[in-house]
């Protein structure tokens, strides 16, 4: 058998997929994309989960992959072993309901024994225990005797994540020969020494599984199949493990050259040495992805991985940094499948670099510290380091956990991880609820100030949508960052810019930022100290890099509105001079691509006659189509042209004027129209003030007005089409409707007034005195307040002279009226003050005038009891 190296393997398997009518798809970013159930991409199939569930359509229903993975969940055990390593490379065939186990298996076959040329007689596939399909075809179609066909239960060959798709698995296995063995008698396939060596997995998804156990068939059956690329070569190579291959063995040569130290020699160099290799290649893929170390998220697992290879590296006697060194090993073994490698190489030092320099200024304080906590340990006879400590490591020094851990599991202690959990929250709390930091000067301290001052950048918008520019700076919402991958939030600084930033009123641009291999949605552009403008929002797809030469495309459709909106301020201010007078100076605006609103002194609200005319004004301004000119001349010069500034704001040497014929000049520096036809219409919706002697206008343009009339109609045809008339036909069906109305609420409140009537009966028998003053207190059904100040009314008359109360429960409620004549008022009796004595009885309070008061309550059970209460009230008040 040849032995092939890992580069001409990898050219073997995708080579022979495609001449199997496969799309060859170059490897996806670790950064999985739209895909938050992944920190990083783990598996050949992971990025193609869209092709698979259906959610995407595949280019092709062949497709073939070599893909970049990482998995770090045994990160504790790398090392320590030769088997285990957080970065390998994933050989994949893929069939999006196309071919199906039939030619799975056949190409599998013929791959390993005709291509590969390993011996077909110490292959031996492995298949689910119920899948009589696939030993069928293992056995009948390929010839493997059946002895040599191993059926395995769910756990091994049975591919499944919960519910959803999931099916069968047939794995082949190589026999390494006894070397590799363990000796025992029973050793074959499935034993867990190094004998047998899984090289391929075929899974057949064909089921669909409800998340109860239940498996229906799929109609679209897939392939999805696997095989460590690393593993492959250590068998075709024939030697001991991953790190004995071409590629791999020559990274770990230099790792033992650059440190001085032979390779099994001595076990604890050789976790050291295992551990730098492997770790060298994951970071070196990570950054080249664009993951930046950081403290959270897939940020984290980078930082953690390149300051344990660097702290390996010092262990081993390295001294410096050396990182960047080895990462150029990795590049120059893996850039025939990975030349981005080589173009990012600058990148990919530099950052290694940079983090290897941070965590290099406060190892040794940390290692110092740490070593006292160990003797505090050793003298207190505890074996545990309290959270607190491990946090404080973490915090001050820059030591992950993982490291913290490492460091005193080799000397036999562990680390109270729930305390640590406690005061690393405990911190994120502090940090939340001081986020409103400021500086000496006041202003809120943000990861801005952090930027080189001498940075700038130049608007360039006024003429162009589109630009192509150089990116200056990248930052999270923290840090500056050398790059910004996919679903990573940030801002983009750039050398020249075409996005307008909020400035004077006027809103800022949206749009994308786009090289070759990334995008990013610019949600918002903000005017940074130091002429600097920010591009914020985040990457869509791929990354981005400082120093990238990218394109910037603002919304099109968005700017053209905000320029219709900007330019029709200027007209509007004119016109409002016109009507209103010389008086009216601007108070402030904005501007959107939604709409307009202008702020203005003037000292009374408009009258509809004036917005009208104002209203006229500018449409007939917009119908003129005024060329817009825009000049840059001095301050003194724009005063002589007459241009309108806004007062109090500061102006620099040099203004621009922008001119609309004879009719506008003003002192601007926003976006416009090129002709003020181009705003269409103009349509005041709203005037109103908004502070002593300054009013306000909220107006649309162009297609704004468009949709306010469309939505206007909509509202039109919807009210005609409840009172059944045409909208031509509204108003007159209205006014009838209205009559009928009146007429029906006048009948009603004569209904009510009788029914009150009714209800309460012949109660001028139940008149009392108290003290010589007429009294009469009654207890009225289902009658609200209205009705029962018309009762009122009707008995008080009645009456002639004295005071009554009337008491209703209503829906659960009570309501409660009183009424003193005047010669009763004369003699002491008030109103308010009865209601007040006897409201609370009912669980309500009320008054009112001493002739008239009226109150509400919620108990209807405490009626009685205030009807008696009024009369001893009463009492209480007549002379």
């Not at 596939?125 to 696939?134: G, L, Q, R, T």
């Not at 293992?138 to 959803?164: L, T, V, Y």
Request: with cysteine; aromatic share 8%.
């Amino acid at each position: 058998m040849k032995s092939y190296g890992v580069n001409e393997l990898r050219r073997m398997f995708l080579e022979f997929f495609e001449s199997k009518g496969h799309l060859k798809l170059k490897s996806f970013s670790l950064v999985p994309h739209n895909d938050n159930s992944l920190l990083l991409i783990n598996s050949g199939m992971a990025p193609l989960k869209p092709y698979f569930t259906g959610q995407e359509i595949p280019p092709r229903k062949r497709v073939t992959t070599c893909q970049k993975c990482i998995r770090t969940g045994d990160i504790e055990n790398i090392g320590k072993t030769a088997r285990h390593g957080t970065f390998f490379e994933m050989l994949g065939n893929f069939s999006f309901g196309d071919y199906f186990k039939h030619e799975a298996i056949a190409w599998t076959w013929e791959f390993l024994t005709q291509v590969v040329g390993l011996n077909p007689d110490r292959l031996y596939p492995s298949i689910y225990v119920e899948d009589d399909e696939a030993f069928e075809i293992w056995n009948k179609e390929i010839g493997i005797a059946k002895e040599r066909i191993f059926r395995f239960g769910k756990g091994d060959n049975f591919w499944e994540h919960g519910s959803g798709p999931c099916g069968p698995c047939s794995e082949v296995y190589y026999d390494r020969g006894e070397k590799y063995g363990c000796g025992r008698p029973g050793c074959t396939v499935g034993c867990d020494c190094d004998r047998y060596i899984e090289v391929w997995n075929n899974v057949f998804t064909q089921f669909d599984n409800d998340g109860k156990g239940n498996y229906t068939e799929l109609e679209q059956k897939n392939i999805d199949t696997g095989m460590g690329l690393e593993r492959l070569a250590a068998v075709v190579q024939d030697v001991d493990s991953i790190f004995d291959i071409d590629t791999i063995c020559a990274l770990r040569n230099r790792v033992c050259e650059i440190s001085g130290k032979e390779y099994k020699k001595e076990y604890k160099w050789d976790v050291s040495i295992r551990i730098v290799t492997d770790h060298i290649r994951s970071a070196t893929f990570m950054i080249s992805d664009g993951i930046m170390p950081s403290n959270e998220g897939r940020g984290y697992v980078l930082r953690r991985i390149i300051r344990r290879a660097a702290r390996h590296g010092r262990l081993l006697g390295i001294e410096g940094t050396f990182l960047a060194n080895l990462s150029n090993t990795v590049i120059e073994g893996s850039r025939d499948g990975y030349p981005e490698l080589e173009e990012k190489k600058d990148f990919i030092f530099n950052v290694l670099t940079q983090e290897e320099n941070k965590f290099n200024k406060t190892i040794d304080q940390g290692l110092s510290i740490l070593s006292d906590m160990e003797a505090a340990m050793v003298k207190e006879g505890k074996t545990c380091l309290g959270g607190e400590d491990a946090f404080k490591l973490y915090d001050t020094y820059g030591f992950p956990l993982d490291l913290t851990k490492e460091i005193l599991e080799e000397k036999g202690f562990t680390v109270e991880e729930e305390g640590f959990g406690k005061a690393m929250q405990e911190q994120k709390e502090k940090a939340r609820a001081a986020r409103k930091t400021t500086n000496y000067m006041g202003a809120d301290v943000t990861v801005y100030e952090s930027i080189d001052p001498a940075i700038t950048t130049e608007f360039v918008g006024y003429d162009r949508l589109s630009h192509d520019s150089k990116i200056t700076v990248l930052t999270t919402q923290s840090e500056l960052v050398e790059a910004l991958t996919d679903g990573e939030e940030g801002t983009v600084i750039v050398e020249e810019t075409p996005f307008y930033a909020t400035m004077g009123g006027q809103c800022a641009d949206t749009g994308i930022i786009t090289c070759p291999e990334g995008e990013f949605l610019v949600e918002d552009t903000v005017k940074l100290l130091g002429g600097k403008v920010g591009h914020i929002g985040k990457v869509v797809k791929g990354m981005l890099k400082k120093g990238d030469k990218v394109t910037l495309q603002v919304n099109e459709a968005g700017r053209a509105d905000t320029c219709k909106n900007h330019s029709a301020t200027h007209l509007l201010q004119k016109a409002l001079r016109t009507v209103l007078g010389t008086h009216v100076e601007q108070a402030g605006s904005f501007v959107n691509g939604d709409r307009l609103r202008f702020d203005f002194s003037h000292f009374s609200a408009m009258t509809k006659e004036e917005l009208d005319q104002v209203e006229k004004i500018v449409n007939e301004k917009i119908l003129e189509a005024i060329p817009v000119k825009t000049e840059i001349m001095t301050l003194e010069e724009a005063r002589k042209t007459g241009a309108m500034a806004l007062f109090g704001e500061k102006y620099g040497e040099s203004v621009r004027v922008v001119r609309m014929g004879d009719f506008s000049t003003e002192l601007c520096g926003g976006t416009h129209v090129a002709n003020t036809a181009s705003i269409m219409l103009f349509k005041i919706i709203s005037e109103s003030g908004i502070a002593a002697n300054v009013r306000r206008i909220e107006a649309l343009t162009g297609n704004g007005v468009l949709k306010y009339y469309g939505d206007m109609e909509k509202t039109l045809n919807q009210a005609a089409a409840i009172v059944k008339a045409s909208p031509a036909d509204l108003t007159k069906k209205l006014e009838h409707l209205m009559t009928e109305l009146k007429a029906l609420q006048g009948e009603n409140e004569s209904l009510k007034s009788k029914a009150a009537r009714d209800a309460l009966g012949n109660v001028m028998d139940q008149v009392t005195e108290v003290k010589d003053v007429k009294f009469l207190a009654a207890k009225v059904s289902n009658v609200d307040m209205n009705g029962l100040r018309d009762l009122g009314d009707q008995l008080k008359a009645k009456l002639g002279e004295g005071v009554l109360v009337l008491i209703s429960d209503k829906d659960g409620k009570v309501n409660m009226a009183a009424m003193a004549t005047e010669a009763a008022v004369k003699k002491g009796a008030h109103a308010g003050n009865l209601i007040k004595g006897i409201a609370g009885l009912v669980g309500g309070g009320g008054g009112g005038r001493p002739n008239m008061a009226q109150a509400g309550g919620k108990n209807p059970a405490g009626i009685d009891a205030a009807l008696s209460e009024a009369k001893k009230v009463l009492e209480g008040q007549i002379n």
